[in-house]
């Protein structure tokens, strides 16, 4: 696939596995998100490497045993980047959890600057690179996923070791005013620009980027249109991309029509009494606007009583990042406010609101895609919402609507069939949802048609292709502008 690499590593905060401790005994399994699903089988295919923590704290040797063996069966390796919890704690809640993921999702008042966390991050960063050194070869092809690792190419660099590198964005990048208040805004501009290729959701993260790049480092100069193009500092060139990630289209797409998630589909309408049902799936995080939206929904029943008792709103919210403060005030909120709003509407025989606090297993999470007649996807910001996607994909019927933050990245791809909302806007997301509700058959079916098409075409493959591409191509007509890519895997 990428000429002249000899393997792809790729290096993430996290290991694609889950180690546990159960009654004394530590166990590995497979990872199921959409990134493993996407990278396993090129890793497998090209023997690659996948550097990453294994997710434990302390676990040093207990757990190099268990991924050597499960590195044997996955047909690629696993090198675990140990960390203590003093690490964990600076490093993964402090400097990544409570600086860069507010700041980047624009929740500037929510971050802690401090300077231990950000002393901790470049000491963890160092950590890492120096396993990425001792692991790889100078003909291996380095890919390093997210914010928490943006300093892998400044370090191997200045260790001297040459390697060809891509870093891509999985979050947004904000714009310069936002951006400019991190107080190590300039070290962290010129880590990435260490790396040979920059990747991010959209167009629009990729504009906030060039704007505060053209401010902390005014010699730089940008060559090129469309979806790659070319940064020249000083002596040295580096690429920027845009490359929205994607879903395995045609795996929940099947799924949805196995004729037992086709039944568990039915066994949830029936269980509301073929009410329609409005779904909203989130890990609990302030950024996926899970109060506003139940506020919208309370809105929606005060302002169109016509909807009482004919509709369910469904939010199911996975429990995330459970040792913080601040997202179990957000689940305590979350509860309130559904108490709040079932207390008002409800009357014998129907509650309008059914809130999941639980991660569903793939099944049974297509089953409730599949049954419902919403997708109500409304982040506050998000880089790009795989929710809405596999919402999507699971619509075989075509007969849904997808409601959908103007404020994800999906937004720039889904926008012309999606119903596109402003989530902090209440009363606007009500209005939407009133809507929605008596669009007709044909229009559900054209709409969700197109949003499956486009799905379908940019799929997961297509964003490891396309990323792959423009980190080893020389050649900037080989990309075209995102928008207009057609992509089918051979
Ligand atoms: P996330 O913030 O985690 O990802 P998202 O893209 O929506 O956000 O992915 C969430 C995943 O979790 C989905 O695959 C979904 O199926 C799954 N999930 C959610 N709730 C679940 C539940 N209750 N049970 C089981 N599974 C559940 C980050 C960025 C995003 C970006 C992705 C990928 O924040 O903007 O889209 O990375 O780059």
């Not at 099947?254 to 009410?275: G, Q, S, T, Y």
Request: glycine share 6%; charged share 25%; with cysteine.
């Amino acid at each position: 696939m990428v000429p002249g690499i000899r393997r792809l590593v790729v290096v993430s905060n996290r290991l694609p596995v889950a180690v546990r401790e159960v009654d004394g005994e530590w166990t590995v399994k497979a990872g199921a998100g959409g990134l493993v699903t996407a990278l396993a089988p090129v890793l497998r295919d090209r023997g690659g490497i996948w550097i990453g923590w294994s997710g434990a704290a302390d676990t040093d040797d207990h757990v190099s045993d268990l991924l050597a063996d499960f590195s044997a069966e996955a047909g690629y390796d696993l090198r675990a980047v140990p960390l203590t919890s003093a690490e964990v704690d600076d490093y993964y809640f402090g400097f990544s959890n409570e600086i860069i993921w507010p700041l980047f999702h624009d929740f500037q008042t929510r971050c802690r600057f401090k300077p231990d966390y950000w002393r901790m991050y470049l000491d963890v960063n160092f950590k890492f690179a120096e396993v990425v050194a001792r692991s790889t070869q100078s003909d291996d092809y380095v890919w390093v996923h997210d914010y928490h690792l943006m300093h892998q190419a400044f370090f191997l660099k200045s260790m001297g070791v040459k390697r060809s590198t891509g870093f891509f964005l999985h979050i947004p990048f904000p714009t310069p005013d936002i951006f400019l208040k991190l107080p190590w805004r300039w070290k962290v501009i010129q880590a990435l620009t260490e790396y040979d290729l920059v990747g991010f959701q959209t167009m629009q993260d990729r504009r906030n980027f060039v704007q505060c790049l053209h401010m902390l480092m005014p010699e730089a100069r940008i060559e090129g249109r469309g979806a790659v193009i070319t940064v020249h500092v000083g002596s040295r060139s580096f690429r920027l991309g845009a490359f929205p990630i994607s879903i395995d289209f045609n795996q929940f797409n099947e799924l949805a029509d196995r004729p037992d998630i086709v039944r568990e589909a039915f066994r949830i309408k029936e269980a509301l009494r073929h009410r329609k049902i409005i779904l909203g799936v989130d890990r609990l995080d302030y950024t996926k606007g899970i109060p506003e939206r139940i506020r919208s929904i309370g809105t929606l029943l005060d302002r169109y009583p016509d909807l009482k008792g004919r509709v369910n709103f469904v939010q199911i919210a996975v429990p995330s990042r459970t040792e913080v403060g601040e997202y179990r005030d957000l689940r305590i909120e979350i509860e309130q406010l559904v108490g709040r709003i079932n207390g008002r509407h409800s009357f014998p025989g129907w509650v309008p609101v059914h809130y999941h606090y639980r991660s569903l297993p793939r099944e049974k999470l297509v089953a409730h895609y599949a049954a419902a007649d919403v997708g109500l996807v409304t982040p506050l910001r998000d880089g790009m919402n795989l929710v809405a996607k596999e919402y999507c994909a699971c619509n075989t019927g075509e007969d849904g609507v997808l409601v959908l933050s103007e404020f994800a990245g999906a937004a720039a791809q889904l926008q012309k069939d999606a119903y596109l909302v402003n989530p902090y806007d209440v009363e606007g997301v009500a209005k939407a949802l009133h809507r929605a509700f008596y669009w007709d058959k044909a229009t559900r079916r054209d709409h969700m048609a197109n949003l499956r098409e486009q799905v379908r075409h940019h799929n997961i493959y297509w964003w490891v292709d396309s990323f792959l591409q423009a980190g080893v191509s020389k050649n900037l007509d080989d990309f075209p502008p995102v928008e207009t890519v057609k992509y089918e895997r051979g």
